[in-house]
């Protein structure tokens, strides 16, 4: 069976999905869980009123069953109490739907994780559980990669005078504070390319200028991430980085990078 | 309903009537084997010989370099492992590239387990491997190197002719994929200085089921389907004398029409990349800006993901193609855009838009009119879009 031969009913809520949105305010949860493998990114918000589910609303980056599914938990999920919503199972929702390809059971049927995430969010609350701050201060220690000395000077700088060597080339900026992030800017106008790699879920430490001029600009932010190893042959030719969130490693083609001292 | 747009022709293209047209006698009253000592049998021969011409003059080759095989994938086959297997005295490396077609990737997979060295050149952000980066991967074991003429994906032309040299000079076999090449660039294994060439029928609006491999006089490849002998021995089993007279005419016409042809389309695909670009925000070109096929436009949409505006496009009318991981059948993304250092999510949002001869101007108007409110509905539905406007 091809990945995409959907039955109609996830077709109809693919074209028409229910309940998009975000919720705000009193009692207002939601739960988000992403797929490391393809960067699906599911976030489901509920209104909660006498422990029922009073609104729900979802949004969703992904393929067409990601959508559907997430459209059709909201309908499924609608007017329950917590502990019913609760029982709602993935097969539950491909049920529903009429049934998912094979290979989209397990990628793109997170609906139901992103619901129990939102209703865990809402009861430790209620216990007056304090969610993590949005800003995590982070601390790690600042290691030797894998490979930084032996490609020092074929992709790996420890300082920039020079931009010109950086002309059209990928490079990959590894957040040390703010002359890191200046350094960034001040490459993307001498490539379409460049990469900040920070182990938060924001910058170290920055101004909001500087912070604004990012945002703005075409860099690529990997947040919540550090890399581990430089790879090639005899120049830098990729990067291992290590995902912090999901706790996965992958290989990031690159032509230099970036590791002030 | 409207008539449906088709805009991925890099997978498959229609064949052109008159090529139905020329093989439909060859079904029925012009039935003969090449092999047979009857008259039937002497005038399949003689139209075999004629469309082997045909083939040799579309890519400057002699007639007797010609193998015909079942595709492209059969003549990758032949190349790598025919010469591989044939060489491994001489030799136990390979260089290929990271953006070769997903055939020739499995192929060296294979190889490896047979004992060779496979050596993969990295790309640029654009597709292009570098001559300089080729030239420090080659060692006293190297004994073939393969890179594809063009990506079918992005579109990226390869510095052909300079491998070639490099090969060449060193006395390595240098084999290309030319497929996805073939009818947007004229070929010529001269200019070119390329010693092994895959050539599919199909992409010239040839049938399917037919491909050829250029194999340069001297070359010694080992057979990987054994037989009665037919291809100088390189490929046993009985002519497909309709199918070869199909590509027969469609090298032809390609040949009378191509310059023309590429003309026509580079102008299409031009304005599409243009107006997209400039009314879709968040949008970016993958491939070579300039050094790519005249058919392939291939953008990438920040928050969205492909197969989502795939079924969006197909609900519209318009035939399109992702390098998304949620529509290929190992649920990975493209290895060609990663080589090209995007982030899995980034290839992600990946659209793949290749013209073909029976497009019209019309065509890409359509694809203008209802692209926009299909990105912009999806990154409604997209929580990355929100926090990237918050932000």
Request: hydrophobic share 35%.
């Amino acid at each position: 069976m091809k990945s995409t031969q959907y039955s109609e009913k996830v077709l109809d809520h693919f074209r028409n999905p229910r309940n998009v949105g975000t919720l705000e305010g009193d009692n207002v949860v939601w739960g988000e869980v992403g797929n490391p493998v393809c960067g699906d990114l599911m976030k489901i918000y509920l209104k909660v009123e006498d422990d029922k589910i009073a609104d729900i609303k979802f949004q969703t980056f992904g393929c067409g069953s990601a959508i559907a599914t997430s459209s059709m938990i909201t309908e499924m999920a609608k007017g329950k109490t917590l502990d019913e919503a609760l029982k709602i199972t993935r097969q539950d929702v491909a049920d529903e739907l009429e049934g998912l390809p094979p290979v989209k059971m397990h990628c793109s049927n997170l609906a139901a994780d992103a619901l129990q995430e939102a209703i865990k969010n809402y009861r430790d609350q209620k216990k007056g559980k304090v969610p993590l701050p949005v800003i995590q201060k982070t601390t790690r220690p600042v290691k030797e990669l894998v490979g930084e000395k032996e490609f020092l000077g074929k992709g790996v700088y420890h300082d920039v005078d020079d931009f010109a060597p950086f002309t059209d080339k990928r490079v990959m900026v590894v957040d040390r504070g703010p002359k890191s992030l200046e350094i960034a800017l001040e490459l993307t106008k001498h490539t379409g390319r460049v990469i900040v790699v920070t182990p938060g879920k924001a910058f170290s430490s920055v101004d909001a200028g500087l912070a604004k001029g990012i945002k703005q600009s075409d860099i690529k932010i990997i947040y919540e991430s550090e890399p581990l190893e430089v790879r090639g042959s005899d120049e830098v030719e990729k990067v291992l980085v290590h995902d912090l969130d999901e706790d996965e490693e992958y290989e990031l083609f690159v032509d230099a990078i970036i590791i002030l001292k | 309903m409207a008539m449906n747009v088709y805009l991925d022709y890099q997978s498959a293209k229609p064949v052109d009537p008159r090529v139905q047209e020329a093989m439909l006698p060859y079904f029925r009253e012009r039935f003969g084997n090449p092999s047979s000592l009857h008259r039937e049998g002497d005038e399949a021969t003689k139209v075999l010989e004629g469309c082997r011409r045909t083939i040799a003059d579309f890519i400057n080759a002699e007639p007797d370099e010609i193998i015909f095989t079942s595709g492209a994938t059969e003549s990758n086959n032949l190349a790598l492992i025919g010469y591989a297997s044939r060489h491994k005295e001489k030799g136990n490396h390979i260089i290929i590239s990271e953006v070769e077609h997903i055939s020739l990737h499995n192929i060296a997979k294979y190889l490896e387990k047979d004992g060779f060295v496979v050596s993969k050149l990295p790309v640029d952000q654009y597709g292009r491997i570098s001559v300089q980066k080729l030239v420090s991967r080659i060692t006293p074991e190297t004994i073939l190197i393969s890179i594809g003429y063009a990506s079918n994906e992005i579109g990226t032309i390869q510095p052909i002719a300079e491998i070639g040299h490099v090969a060449r000079e060193r006395g390595i076999a240098f084999h290309s994929d030319g497929v996805a090449a073939e009818g947007l660039i004229p070929l010529d294994v001269q200019r070119d200085v390329i010693d092994l060439l895959t050539l599919s029928s199909n992409d010239i609006y040839g049938p399917q089921g037919l491909g050829v491999l250029y194999v340069r006089k001297g070359m010694r490849l080992n057979p990987l389907i054994i037989g009665g002998g037919q291809e100088r021995g390189l490929r046993s089993g009985t002519e497909n004398i309709a199918g070869i007279v199909g590509m027969s005419t469609a090298a032809e016409i390609m040949g009378q029409e191509m310059e023309e042809e590429v003309k026509r389309l580079a102008k299409y695909r031009d304005i599409l990349i243009k107006d997209i670009l400039e009314r879709i925000p968040k949008t970016h070109l993958n491939g070579h800006p300039k050094d790519r096929l005249a058919n392939n436009a291939h953008f990438r949409f920040e928050a969205i993901e492909g197969e989502s505006l795939l079924l969006s496009l197909r609900d519209a009318g318009v035939s399109a193609a992702t390098g998304s991981a949620c529509s290929s059948k190992t649920l990975e993304p493209s290895h060609t855009l990663i080589s090209t250092g995007l982030l899995h999510e980034e290839a992600h949002g990946s659209l793949e838009f290749t013209f073909g001869r029976f497009n019209e101007e019309a065509d890409v108007d359509k694809v203008i009119e209802v692209l926009p409110p299909i990105v912009e509905r999806l990154r409604k539905l997209s929580p990355l879009y929100q926090e990237e406007k918050s932000a």
